[in-house]
């Protein structure tokens, strides 16, 4: 590819595991789900975005639906930590393999 052309990059997004100690419980159409994972996204302006999901706490699949990240420090350092690694383990890349 030469270097004068332009790459559009439009997603760059992780998902993180929820440490068992962090997980929170959330209700959503009268369900109540554990949340496991966050998805954090880097947004345009540099700053981070995330949502979290999980599973049904009661068992089963359930609907797969996005929760807000409750307003945690801990949280919020998980979303920060991740992208700091995530931007490490990126910079790092040794080309398709």
Do not use: C
């Amino acid at each position: 590819m030469s270097s004068d052309a332009t790459i559009d990059v439009n997603a760059l997004a992780i998902n993180v595991a929820v440490p068992e100690a962090l997980r929170w419980t959330d209700t959503r159409r009268g369900e109540e789900f554990t949340l496991t994972t966050i998805t954090v996204r880097l947004l345009p302006d540099g700053h981070l975005a995330a949502k979290a999901y999980g599973r049904p706490t009661a068992g089963g699949r359930g609907a797969y639906v996005s929760f807000p990240l409750p307003d945690r420090p801990e949280l919020a350092a998980l979303a920060a930590e991740a992208a700091d690694r995530a931007a490490s383990q990126w910079g790092a890349h040794r080309g398709l393999g």
